[in-house]
């Protein structure tokens, strides 16, 4: 199959968000698809990111609708919009959820009531993108469904994390509680989109909340069945430590810039 090229346009970002963007769509660009940013905020685009926080940018973005309907949508606010029919995820920006919400578009139109197959939501996430045939095969026969109401907590942070799951319809929302007890809303994920990999990984507590914003079922994978699976295939363990350390490549990047951010603003 070809190389697929997807457009991304970013509505209503500063350009060291836009820079950060930037950098994501060079990470996540492979032998299936390579991804571009857009040079102007009119320009026609696959996917759409936009600041929901910025009334001009939704004036914008509304306007854009009309001549881009079918584009991937990313709304990024303080206040993700949990009731959106479009993938949501947390301002300012947060590499990691940035990167799990540009999943590219499958094709299929968003009114279809098809639902995904398992390696097919397998073979086009992030972590598992560039796996074999066989290997993601190997993957959905140790995995098992679960089917779960809305607002339906999935794990709790620190809960011990033996399971990773991937969306295979519905929507989680993802968040942490701050020293005051406060939740903030990392964002949310959907179709295709993977959490709980790092504790499953690690076998160590969870480091954020998941619950499910609607009816959901998730594709369970659990650590005792992932590890000697890893183990007798190495390639399989190289690949997702590519993913996981280019995540991390990314969130200490951000954490730079918004460090020297905080000490010009002084």
């Known amino acids: 199959m070809a190389t697929r090229s997807i457009t ?11 820079r950060m963007i930037r950098n994501i769509l060079s990470i996540a660009s492979n ?25 001009a940018a939704m004036i914008m973005w509304h306007n854009y609708r009309e001549t881009t309907p079918d584009a991937h949508v990313i709304l990024a606010s303080t206040i993700p919009q949990f009731a959106s029919d479009y ?36 073979a086009n996430s992030f972590l598992f993108r560039n796996l074999s045939t ?10 098992r469904v679960m089917q779960l ?4 907590v999935v794990f709790e942070t620190a809960a011990t994390g033996e399971e990773m ?13 701050n020293r005051d007890g406060r939740e903030i809303v990392l964002g949310t994920i959907g179709p295709g989109e993977i959490v709980g990999e790092i504790a499953m990984l690690d076998g160590r507590g969870r480091s954020a909340t998941a619950m499910t914003l609607t009816s959901s079922e998730l594709l369970v994978i659990h650590r005792r069945d992932f590890m000697p699976f890893l183990e007798q295939n190495p390639k399989v363990a190289i690949d997702l430590i590519k993913v996981l350390a280019l995540r991390l490549r990314l969130n200490t990047e951000q954490l730079a810039e918004l460090i020297t951010e905080d000490e010009i603003l002084r």
């Open 149 to 152: 109401p809305a607002q339906q």
């Open 31 to 55: 032998k299936d698809y390579t991804y571009f940013l857009a040079t102007s905020a009119g320009e026609v685009a696959d996917s759409v990111i936009v600041n929901a926080d910025d009334p």
């Open 165 to 177: 799951f991937v969306v295979l319809n519905g929507r989680l929302k993802i968040s942490v509680a």
């Open 87 to 122: 993938a949501c995820i947390k301002r300012p920006l947060i590499a990691s959820q940035l990167h799990s919400a540009l999943t590219p578009p499958s094709g299929q139109p968003k009114t279809s009531s098809i639902r995904p197959q398992k390696y097919e939501v397998l």
């Open 134 to 143: 066989a290997h993601l095969e190997k993957i959905v026969s140790l995995s």
């Open 8 to 18: 991304v346009n970013a509505i209503g970002f500063l350009e060291k968000d836009r």
